[in-house]
């Protein structure tokens, strides 16, 4: 089993709908989730961080965080041809490790 | 503020060669540092993450190795390249446990 699993898509959405990524992971002891979008051949970016279950939003952005489910998940409202990029989930636990998921790959169609 | 360099941009080498590469971190002190590559349309693959100087733990051994010789300094090595080594290597930093991680700008390696 994978520590952290994403959907690699590609997922497909239309301009000015709601995007869905979601992500599991192993490793019960993990403390803080993180968002990160990648353009191509760019460096990861972050968009979000959560630690505590429940919704945190900002801007078009929230994520949904589930501890026993362990589910981690990040919607993006009123979807915008920028967004269309490949979405990484991160996962911390006790100790240093930041492991990420494979990514999912997100477009949006005009 | 914080920034974190890394370099060089992209490098061709050939296989058998040796490999080394950079990470420098400013405007902050005893940062956990992070070794990444990201194979092509694949993710990040962890490789190396330091919490103190010459404090490495490995995830991927295989004949890679990394060494922090100073607070912000992060090197990755390779004595002989394999063409499986080819990849974006992406260095990484964070301030402390379960804070977010900020990036550089990575290497494109590819070996031939």
């Known amino acids: 089993q994978k520590e952290v699993e994403q959907n690699s898509g590609p997922l497909s959405v239309p301009e000015g709908a709601i995007a869905s990524l979601n992500c599991t992971y192993s490793d019960r002891g993990s403390q803080s989730f993180f968002w990160y979008r990648q353009y191509s051949g760019k460096s990861p970016e972050l968009i979000m961080f959560i630690y505590s279950n429940g919704d945190k939003e900002d801007g078009r952005f929230t994520a949904q965080l589930n501890k026993a489910s362990q589910y981690v998940s990040l919607l993006i409202r009123d979807s915008q041809p920028s967004d269309s990029a490949t979405y990484l989930c991160a996962v911390s636990g006790t100790a240093s490790k930041l492991t990420f998921g494979t990514g999912t790959r997100l477009q949006v169609t005009l | 503020s914080q920034t974190i360099h890394q370099w060089p941009a992209t490098l061709v080498q050939p296989v058998g060669s040796p490999l080394s590469l950079e990470c420098t971190v400013e405007g902050t002190s005893n940062p956990n540092l992070y070794w990444y590559r990201q194979a092509a349309g694949r993710g990040l693959q962890l490789l190396f993450y330091?919490?103190?100087?010459?404090?490495i733990s490995s995830e991927v051994p295989q004949n890679l190795s990394a060494s922090r010789p100073q607070d912000r300094q992060f090197i990755l090595s390779s004595k002989k390249l394999l063409l499986s080594d080819s990849g974006f290597y992406l260095c990484a930093w964070r301030r402390q446990l379960n804070t977010e991680a900020f990036f550089g700008q990575g290497t494109r390696l590819t070996v031939v």
């Open positions: 330091s919490v103190g100087i010459g404090q």
